[in-house]
């Protein structure tokens, strides 16, 4: 893809509604804050303090999907009990909590409307998502299924305990990292709270700011010492332009890439699957595009997990889920199976079949359980992405075309700029 190649855009028939869902999440953020600087401070809390028990992880960290806008309707007292519970937390049910405290992205299955205006677009580091967070001279950094990955002394505000033994006890830090295995580097790609100021409700267009600011002065960025005992790094964030998107897609960079990250610049950090951040692959910018089995090998026909619901229906992760099937109650019976199951289903050559972006009718053959390690159903989105891969993949021709298209000047969203 050339920095000045110009197309013009192409139409795709609508797939879903994750355009208007961006819109309500934009709106809703809005209208819905909540105590931000408490949230911090209980997350910082309970990742500092579970038990050892969660450092052996006895099982593989699975691939999580999250029903959208989970935490945008539990109430403050919830959001409460859960962090105050979650050292309680074993297995699966503690997978599930942490994997909502960091901000995931859709799969993209439709280009966003002003993507050069309001959005901004990396190379995704291929790596462990984790949260690092530093306090009371320590350094800890915990995998999205809870399990620790790191326990060291580093340069982060309060991280180590150093000789001059400076900086609040009550300080701390959360940021939302990477860590990249061949240089054994964290790849930070959000700060998600910053010596105990709290960055939830603020807009990506000012977390972003404040990271690039705030984390090089602290020598973080600096080589591995006694005291700092691995590095730290900035990701290159982009304006989603027809320059940034070619630097983020085609540009060098120090770690190997995993697809392409989206942000919108005025979602706040949203615990939670979210259609305001969204991640795009293809074969160019990722080794991994097509799901595939326990053996590594690309099946012949697409493959998703779905749940199974007390009437037989099942579901996507998805608030409110998306049905794509019912199946027969006597099979249920037979089969063992129970509510809240985790189901992988073959898709047939019957396909998918949508109409005016809902999905109408599905052609899934069942194959068994999912593995035990896994927390979470596909979302709609992550189905429809793998769908499209293996027939009409969005390319990042369509990317491009968006950018250069009149119409990409539409109404502008009423939103809150700064932080």
Known sequence: MA????????????????????????????????????????????????????????????????ELGSSSKESDSDFEFDLRNASKLRGTEARKWFARQLMLPEWMIDVPHRLPHDWYVFARPSGKRCFVVSSDGTTISRQRNGTVLHRFPSALPNGARTRDGSGSAQSYSILDCIFHEMDQTYYVIDMVCWRGYSLYDCTAEFRFFWLNSKLAETGACE???????????????????????????????????????????????????????????????SQYVIDTDNKGQVPSHQ??????????????????????????????????????????????????????????????????KSNRARAFADSYSKVMFQNMVRGSPLKIDDLVASINTPDDEGNRPDVDMVG
């Open 3 to 66: 920095p000045h190649d110009l197309r013009r855009a192409y139409k795709r028939p609508a797939i879903s509604d994750q355009q208007r869902r961006r819109e309500l999440s934009l709106k809703r953020q809005e209208q819905g804050r909540r105590d931000a600087q408490l949230q911090a401070r209980r997350l910082a809390s309970t990742l500092l303090s579970l038990p050892p028990e969660h450092e052996q992880p006895s099982e593989p960290e699975p691939e999580l999907e999250l």
């Open 223 to 285: 080589p591995p010492s006694h005291y700092h005992k691995y590095r730290f790094s900035l990701v290159p964030v982009h304006t989603c332009d027809q320059s940034g998107l070619h630097a983020a897609y085609a540009g060098g960079v120090p770690y190997v890439k995993d697809g392409l990250l989206f942000y919108n610049k005025h979602a706040h950090y949203q615990p939670g699957n979210t259609p305001l951040a969204l991640v795009w692959k293809d074969e160019n910018c």
């Open 303 to 368: 493959q998703v997990v779905l749940e199974l619901q007390d009437d037989g229906k099942v579901t996507t992760s998805d608030d409110p889920p998306v049905v794509f099937s019912c199946l027969d109650l006597d099979f249920i019976q037979k089969s063992g199976l129970h509510s809240g199951n985790l189901l992988r289903f073959a898709i047939g050559d019957g396909g998918l079949s949508v109409v005016d972006g809902k999905l109408e009718k599905a052609d899934l053959h069942y194959l068994g």
